[in-house]
């Protein structure tokens, strides 16, 4: 039993390393219907930027993907 629990604990730490190490590569675009509107390094980032650009939210879809 306790041969299994820590295998089981090595995979969730090995599982959720491998999310946080995924996350961190590579970039974040942001399109809309007008096409590319910017790169980030985060998804965080991603969301922000295009706020901070004027879109209308109310009226405009974007999306956030990894390149």
Request: aromatic fraction near 14%.
């Amino acid at each position: 039993m306790d041969k299994i629990f820590m295998l089981i604990i090595l995979l969730i730490v090995g599982f959720w390393g491998y999310l946080k190490y995924s996350e961190d590569s590579g970039n974040w675009v942001a399109t809309g219907s007008a096409g590319v509107i910017g790169e980030y390094s985060s998804y965080v980032d991603c969301i922000e930027g295009v706020k901070s650009t004027g879109l209308n939210l109310e009226a405009e879809v974007f999306s956030c993907n990894r390149d």
